[in-house]
């Protein structure tokens, strides 16, 4: 009797001992300024990405799925807090994001992603893309990032060319000139090349992913590989230019599609990929300013820097073939969802002195039940321009495309649009459901109360000059 109930007590230690180191791999592949409809699985017609395709046919593709901001700096901070960049002061309308004379950060106070994981012995990387904060006391080490390396703000800062850079953008010999964009490439806290070369600065972040992954394979991680590209300036490796005989543009995608494939071949040949759930998506929409070099949103209105959907709405996938059930998600999800999905799935606590703006998306992940989020706030430069349920969208404000300058328009009357029958905007109906329209106005005034707490604007700051 005595052996029996050691046995089951052993019985059950291993159980909960082998339950407890089944915390999954999380791998965020973040893309900056990707449209809509710039990749295979998304409708593009000419841009091979086998990769992301496979992805999406293996893993879950989501149609509706949001980003906190749709410009760079608010959406990250979005994504790693799972807080709308209101609350914590990362939204701006005097300064959009951090430029190299911005003395702040993401406030530390904040609780990160790789935070809430460190709690449960994640090793961590940021590898890409920061601008959350260039000064050491921001960089990712000092918000639960064991390692970075990476450049710290936008791939076309620090540079003294930006009339020739707006007026030649297009020009595809532009793009071979590195040192016009005089941007550091950061190791942990060193700047180890500056200009950083970028022609190779994707297949760079493919290598330290890689090398991040097998150094790691033993424990559980979180890898958040955040792109420089395809943000304007292009550039790309050699092995991959004119490779696609269609554009730059086209060529770029396709490095990162070669991105995405080595980080899933990694995977694979460790034997990780039944116990790891990669994600990847875009920051924000198409940077359209920019005409060819700046992508497509495909049926989506409008791009980068708008409230439409195609400045919000981005291409987005799990995958994770011992996780993750397969099949195609019309529902809607955000970047914001990330934090909570993750914590619930590593068995870790979530922050519980503030207010958190994410679901959790692990039911639908894997066993495709109803995603939780039924609603969604479009907030844009420190401004709520719209709100949608799950039909309707009502925008109150609105910018048709980015310009450096242009004002935010405030309607005379607010648009409403259906979003199941119209996907691409186009037809107001508000004269029609003026009842649906005064309480999505209500809603949208009571969120407006919930986020009055939110703490100053921390990207209108300059640091003075020598």
């Known amino acids: 009797m005595k052996n029996g109930i050691l046995a089951l007590i052993f019985l059950t230690f291993f159980t909960l001992s082998a339950q407890s180191d089944d915390r999954p791999n999380f791998v965020v592949i973040f893309c900056d300024d990707l449209g809509y409809g710039d990749i295979g699985s998304f409708g593009h017609p000419i841009i091979q990405t086998p990769n992301i395709d496979r992805m999406a046919v293996e893993g879950q593709k989501w149609t509706q799925f949001y980003v906190a901001d749709p410009v760079c700096t608010p959406s990250r901070a979005g994504l790693l807090t799972g807080r709308y960049p209101i609350r914590n002061g990362m939204t701006s309308s005097k300064r959009h994001v951090f430029f190299p004379d911005s003395p702040n950060g993401l406030p530390l106070e904040e609780i990160t992603i790789?935070?809430?994981?460190?709690?449960?012995?994640?090793?961590?990387?940021?590898?890409?893309?920061?601008?959350?904060?260039?000064?050491?006391?921001?960089?990712?080490?000092?918000?639960?990032?064991?390692?970075?390396f990476g450049i710290p703000y936008s791939n076309d800062m620090d540079s003294d060319q930006w009339g020739k850079y707006l007026k030649e953008a297009e020009d595809p010999d532009y793009f071979s000139k590195t040192e016009f964009f005089n941007v550091p490439l950061i190791e942990n806290s060193q700047v180890i090349e500056r200009?950083?070369?970028?022609?190779?600065?994707?297949?760079?972040?493919?290598?330290?992913?890689?090398?991040?992954?097998?150094?790691?394979k033993e424990q559980p991680?979180?890898?958040?590989?955040?792109?420089?590209?395809?943000?304007?300036p292009l550039f790309v490796s050699e092995e991959f230019r004119g490779r696609s005989k269609a554009s730059l543009y086209v060529d770029v995608i396709e490095e990162i599609d070669w991105s995405v494939g080595e980080v899933l071949?990694?995977?694979?040949?460790?034997?990780?990929?039944?116990?790891?759930?990669?994600?990847?998506?875009?920051?924000?929409?198409?940077?359209?300013?920019?005409?060819?070099?700046?992508?497509?949103?495909?049926p989506l209105r409008?791009?980068?820097?708008?409230?439409?959907e195609g400045g919000q709405r981005v291409p987005?996938?799990?995958?994770?073939?011992?996780?993750?059930?397969?099949?195609?998600?019309?529902?809607?999800?955000?970047?914001?969802?990330?934090?909570?999905?993750?914590?619930?799935?590593?068995?870790?606590?979530?922050?519980?002195?503030?207010?958190?703006?994410?679901?959790?998306?692990?039911?639908?992940?894997?066993?495709?039940?109803?995603?939780?989020?039924?609603?969604?706030y479009y907030w844009a430069f420190a401004e709520l321009h719209g709100y949608r349920n799950e039909q309707y969208k009502i925008h109150i404000k609105q910018r048709e495309v980015i310009h450096y300058g242009r004002e935010t328009i405030v309607l005379e009357r607010p648009?409403?649009?259906?979003?199941?029958a119209d996907i691409s905007e186009k037809h107001d109906l508000a004269d029609n459901f003026p009842e649906i329209l005064s309480d999505l106005m209500g809603t949208m005034d009571l969120h407006l109360k919930d986020v009055a707490d939110a703490i100053p604007d921390q990207l209108a700051d300059r640091m003075p000059k020598d």
Do not use: C
């Not at 950083?196 to 790691?216: G, H, L, M, P, S």
């Not at 648009?415 to 199941?420: I, S, T």
């Open 114 to 148: 790789a935070e809430v994981l460190k709690t449960r012995s994640y090793a961590t990387a940021a590898i890409g893309k920061w601008h959350l904060g260039h000064l050491p006391k921001f960089l990712p080490q000092q918000q639960g990032f064991d390692y970075y």
């Open 195 to 216: 200009p950083a070369d970028q022609t190779t600065i994707t297949k760079r972040y493919t290598q330290k992913a890689v090398q991040f992954i097998e150094q790691n």
């Open 221 to 232: 991680f979180f890898l958040y590989l955040a792109h420089s590209m395809p943000h304007i």
């Open 265 to 298: 071949k990694t995977l694979e040949k460790n034997q990780l990929d039944q116990n790891t759930i990669v994600v990847f998506t875009s920051d924000n929409g198409p940077w359209l300013l920019f005409k060819t070099h700046g992508g497509s949103a495909g």
């Open 302 to 308: 409008a791009g980068k820097g708008t409230t439409f």
């Open 316 to 376: 987005t996938v799990f995958w994770g073939p011992g996780k993750v059930t397969p099949g195609v998600i019309n529902q809607m999800g955000a970047t914001l969802d990330l934090l909570p999905t993750f914590a619930n799935l590593s068995g870790a606590q979530l922050p519980s002195d503030r207010k958190l703006d994410g679901y959790d998306l692990s039911q639908v992940l894997t066993k495709k039940a109803k995603s939780p989020r039924k609603d969604f």
């Open 415 to 420: 648009e409403l649009y259906d979003l199941k």
